[in-house]
């Protein structure tokens, strides 16, 4: 019986392989831990420097109005360098300007009067340099880790992101209440001078010697590409179904209220990421998965009935176990969806697709809050977490029915993953 649950834990823990096998993914990972607390913990000031400043609602929302132009602009022009230009020169220029932009605003932070104006155009020029760079950090990935681990890869990624998103948002409160926001921006930017270094000593990336340029044309390319494989582009709907019609953190304040209990409203903030975070460290099982699409279906389902079910049940226990059950979902949802691009997209287009798989999965939440919101006023917020939860089912299996080489995708016979499998195979064999 002993040996029957240690083989049952070793089957549920994360596959540590890639960070043992590869040292620039090792380098990667470190760089990310590091980055990730100071970029939480900014995320937590600038909103906070904002409300200290203005006392506004509508102020501090504009905030997230201000990054959305640059996200979308940025994400996409930064899969077409990430393409065209070595990626580990493009991640290391983007993190410099990322330390200059937390330097900028720990700089206005100490200022007598700190200037409203710099929090909108450094904030949003921090987005746009993040967003240049996360298609070069996505398209590195299969260039530094082995094909049979890029699905380990994927739940070690999103394991990283949990702890932090869990962790790092507490103690950038703390900090802001107890030391204020220079401090907060201090600690981002040093986190960014140790990032670096790290960085740095990751091997040069060169692009194919016929790498397309960076161009409008080459963007067209890269939309053409994605569009022309029905996989990839139900990867892209089903996660933008699931969060349009079910992201409802908008809500959580008055369902808090509701409930007859205010003090729980972090804990209903909480909920998604502890789910997302036991998924992410029992998540072993997801490498041995080889049908992704079908993957990504049950668990989108999953979230829009987990959420729609929140809806109806009147304890705040209970509702914490249903957003809990959600954010697991949408966690394993993502490390299928990360798989699929991985395994079968060409190096030459990585960069490119990534972009667009950011604004897929960037877009969703803030669509997804807008219409929250929207449905709230009609309904109130219980009504539109449910019905939102129920539209999301519909939608999922709308697609998967009118989608069906997304819903047949096996990894072992896929046409792609096949060849790009043995394409990465013969580059390891020739180097």
């Not at 990322?98 to 020029?125: E, F, I």
């Not at 949990?162 to 790092?168: E, H, K, Q, S």
Request: charged share 15%; hydrophobic share 55%.
């Amino acid at each position: 019986m002993a040996d029957q649950l240690k083989r049952l834990l070793r089957g549920l823990a994360p596959d540590l392989g890639p960070l043992r096998d590869s040292r620039d993914y090792r380098l990667l990972m470190a760089s990310g831990v590091i980055t990730m607390f100071g970029t939480f913990i900014t995320m937590v000031a600038v909103p906070y420097q904002m409300k200290e400043l203005t006392g506004s609602y509508v102020a501090v929302g504009l905030v997230s109005l201000a990054e959305f132009v640059p996200m979308v602009v940025c994400g996409l022009w930064g899969g077409a360098i990430a393409d065209a230009l070595d990626r580990r020169t493009v991640i290391l220029l983007s993190e410099l300007g990322l330390m200059v932009t937390s330097g900028l605003l720990m700089v206005n932070s100490l200022l007598p009067h700190p200037q409203v104006w710099v929090l909108y155009v450094v904030g949003a020029l921090a987005m746009g340099v993040g967003c240049l760079q996360r298609p070069s950090l996505e398209a590195l990935i299969p260039q530094v880790v082995r094909h049979d681990q890029l699905a380990a890869a994927a739940v070690l990624a999103n394991l990283r992101w949990n702890l932090g998103a869990i962790v790092a948002p507490a103690l950038g409160g703390l900090l802001v209440s107890a030391f204020g926001t220079a401090v907060a921006y201090g600690l981002d930017t040093v986190s960014f001078v140790l990032s670096l270094i790290l960085l740095w000593r990751i091997k040069a990336v060169p692009p194919a010697e016929d790498a397309t340029p960076a161009s409008l044309s080459s963007l067209v390319e890269g939309v053409r590409y994605a569009a022309g494989r029905s996989d990839l582009v139900g990867t892209y709907l089903v996660d933008i179904a699931a969060m349009l019609f079910a992201m409802s953190t908008a809500l959580f304040p008055f369902l808090a209220d509701q409930l007859g209990a205010p003090q729980a409203l972090g804990l209903l903030y909480s909920a998604g990421a502890v789910g997302s975070l036991v998924a992410s460290l029992t998540g072993g099982w997801t490498a041995r998965v080889h049908r992704q699409g079908m993957g990504v279906i049950i668990a989108a389902t999953l979230w829009g009935a987990a959420m729609a079910l929140a809806a109806v049940i009147p304890n705040v226990w209970a509702i914490f176990l249903c957003l809990a059950l959600a954010g697991a979902a949408d966690m394993i949802s993502g490390i299928f969806r990360m798989t699929m691009w991985n395994q079968t997209i060409p190096n030459e287009l990585r960069g490119r697709l990534a972009g667009i798989e950011l604004l897929s999965y960037a877009s969703g939440p803030m669509l997804g809050n807008a219409r929250a919101g929207l449905m709230a006023k009609w309904g109130g917020a219980r009504f539109s977490l449910g019905a939102g939860g129920v539209l999301c089912v519909a939608a999922v299996a709308g697609l998967a029915a009118v989608l069906p080489k997304f819903r047949g995708y096996d990894s072992r016979t896929d046409e792609h993953a096949l060849t790009e499998k043995a394409r990465r195979e013969s580059r390891l064999t020739a180097s």
